[in-house]
């Protein structure tokens, strides 16, 4: 069983930077692929950023490419999402997402066991 809870939400205005933490239990965290996704009012919830373990893989949605980058620690059990260049488009409720039945990162949520309660952007024009 794994556990997962994000931080680091918040009101920023466009331009801004935010960095969002999601931190892990259990003992196997390491192993698990990791992914960002976002849900905005009225949407289905979206692919935004994954990344394999091992740290040897990365993957981005086109609309946040140059602009977010994933990171893991795995001492830390947490995994990292930072956010640049921030638009208001970009607000949404942020879930991290652990995928323990693989080793490659993908973009489907349908593909994740584990999900956190998620956590408010929210990017003001």
């Known amino acids: 069983q794994v556990q997962l809870v994000e931080s680091g939400g918040g009101l920023v205005q466009a331009g801004g930077s935010l960095r969002l933490s999601c931190a892990a239990s259990?003992?196997?965290?390491?192993?698990?692929?990791m992914g960002w996704f976002r849900q905005a009012p009225g949407k289905e919830r979206a692919f935004v950023a994954a990344?394999?373990?091992?740290?040897?893989?990365?993957y981005y949605a086109n609309s946040v490419k140059g602009r977010f980058t994933i990171s893991r620690d795995n001492a830390k059990n947490t995994v990292y999402l930072q956010m640049n260049s921030l638009k208001p488009e970009d607000t949404a409720v942020y879930y991290c997402?652990?995928?323990?039945?693989?080793?490659?990162?993908?973009?489907?949520?349908?593909?994740?066991?584990?999900w956190g309660q998620g956590t408010q952007v929210t990017v003001s024009s």
């Open positions: 997402a652990a995928r323990s039945r693989a080793v490659v990162a993908t973009s489907s949520p349908a593909d994740y066991d584990y």
């Open positions: 259990g003992r196997t965290f390491g192993r698990y692929p």
């Open positions: 990344i394999s373990w091992g740290l040897g893989n990365f």
